[in-house]
């Protein structure tokens, strides 16, 4: 990964902030997007502290067009391109029945969790494309294998990303751009109200998207699924 340039959505904590971590370790230079200013300069800080190289903060609602692409302008301007794009923006707003479900509640789901990847992947494709080269790793879920009770509108959002990205693998094969599917299961981050141990550590699954990404050119992953060994509700 050294001097790749690599955009992490999401990254002011969790998986993201994990990767954001992992990748700078491996030699990456690394935009670090999200809502929240704060989390996310203490993320560079610590970047830096631990590197020497700063990282790109790129405040950032990946639901929002316009931000999406100031996010993206900001990554070439300052880097040239965009070599990796780790799409892991996403949330649950909550367990509930689907006619529990407010409408305000699924459509801000649709928008961060699909809607935002969707923009995403636009932003940084004509750059890829142009240069023959670039990796799209779209975050998922084993939500997206199964059907969770109590998680119908957070599955539907990850079934759909599974399907965009599907599709994606094939339209940006002959342009020499790869696009995986990484669908983790279980992970002790605050996306869960109580710690779960057992789970999956966010090191764990940053560790597995920064060998996915490291991979020689020649060679993709498209899909891989990752769960911790405790996880049998599949």
């Not at 790869?178 to 869960?192: C, I, K, N």
């Amino acid at each position: 990964m050294q001097d790749k340039v690599v955009i992490v959505t999401g990254a002011s904590r969790g998986i993201g902030r994990a990767t954001a971590l992992a990748m700078a370790a491996a030699g990456a230079r690394v935009v670090v997007a999200a809502r929240t200013a704060d989390q996310l300069r203490t993320l560079a800080d610590e970047i830096e502290a631990q590197t020497g190289r700063p990282a790109l903060v790129a405040v950032t609602d990946v639901a929002v067009e316009a931000e999406v692409v100031r996010m993206v302008a900001q990554a070439e301007e300052a880097f040239g391109r965009v070599d990796v794009l780790v799409n892991n923006a996403g949330f649950n707003a909550r367990k509930c029945k689907i006619w529990e479900m407010s409408t305000e509640e699924w459509d801000a789901m649709f928008a961060v969790n699909l809607r935002g990847a969707f923009l995403c992947c636009r932003a940084v494709l004509p750059g890829m494309i142009a240069r023959q080269s670039g990796h799209i790793i779209n975050v998922v879920s084993t939500a997206a294998q199964i059907g969770l009770e109590d998680m119908g509108a957070y599955g539907a959002t990850k079934w759909g990303l599974l399907g965009l990205t599907k599709s994606l693998i094939k339209e940006a094969r002959p342009y020499n751009v790869r696009v995986t599917a990484f669908s983790p299961g279980g992970t002790d981050t605050t996306f869960r109200a109580e710690a779960r141990p057992q789970y999956l550590a966010p090191e764990t699954v940053a560790q597995a998207i920064v060998f996915v990404a490291s991979l020689p050119e020649e060679a993709v992953v498209h899909d891989l699924v990752m769960r911790p060994i405790v996880e049998t509700n599949f």
